[in-house]
């Protein structure tokens, strides 16, 4: 199937950046002007728990009545860490949600995607970094929180590798999102990284097709001008992979829909 014959779903936006944005008609009218330009035709905002206050559900009705033609939801992304569950818990009961993002961000407090902190990495052992960081991607699967799993090889984010395979340390991290029923993210961002690979490696998302497990798309955008970059690689990689259907959320409930 020819790639400019697919209608883009972005279920990964934040409107808010790192803090810097606001949830107004004319902010979040720019990250819609662009889907549409992009060709998208379900978008979501999906900003970090920590800016949760910033979320206003009037603009997006707003915006949702402006943008007719568009399907808008309502996600957050959650960083994931063990011990967190009972918060993670609260904070999601704070807004009607179609869906929620869990990501893995930092161990140990060590915000190992930051490039300030960067450095970090070559006091590692990379194949117990790897161990480690998809034990704790095992955990968030299991935890029963969350309906996507955010970027999920983020960890090679600066080209940080194992000598082995990766697929050998994720494989109990997948298993365990293909048994609590989680949708995998293809997160277009990682383009714009130094590791400069989609999240997931290719590797990694055949695993998830042999095991039948649903993915969604994602840009990843901080700014209205990413919303949908490079999307037509990633549903290019996804169809060449074997995917025919993404999966969209509404009030936390999954379908899927043709690509």
């Known amino acids: 199937m020819p790639v400019n014959s697919f209608m883009y779903v972005d279920y990964h936006t934040h409107p808010l950046g790192h803090g810097g944005g606001r949830y107004t008609e004319e902010e979040l009218s720019s990250f819609l002007s662009s889907a549409r330009a992009q060709r998208i035709c379900e978008i979501g905002f999906s900003d970090h728990e920590e800016f949760l206050t910033g979320v206003d559900e009037t603009s997006i009705a707003a915006v949702r009545r402006r943008f007719p033609s568009l399907k808008v939801r309502l996600g957050l992304e959650i960083s994931y860490r063990p011990g967190r569950e009972r918060e993670i818990a609260e904070i999601a009961a704070r807004h009607r949600f179609d869906y929620l ?98 999240y997931p490696s290719r590797e990694l998302l055949e695993r998830c097709y042999e095991l039948d497990i649903p993915v969604t798309v994602g840009s990843d955008a901080h700014t209205a001008g990413d919303v949908g970059r490079d999307f037509a690689k990633a549903y290019e990689l996804l169809f060449r992979v074997g995917y025919r259907k993404i999966a969209v959320f509404s009030q936390r409930v999954r379908s899927l829909i043709s690509i």
């Open 101 to 198: 993002i869990g990501s893995v961000h930092d161990l140990d407090a060590w915000m190992f995607d930051h490039p300030a902190y960067e450095m970090v990495y070559r006091v590692w052992d990379a194949d117990e970094l790897y161990r480690k960081y998809f034990l704790v991607l095992e955990k968030l699967a299991m935890s029963g929180l969350f309906d996507i799993v955010g970027h999920l090889d983020v960890i090679k984010v600066f080209g940080y590798r194992p000598a082995g395979r990766i697929a050998d340390y994720a494989e109990r991290a997948i298993r365990a999102v293909q048994k609590a029923n989680l949708t995998v993210e293809v997160n277009t961002a990682g383009l714009r990284k130094p590791c400069s690979e989609i």
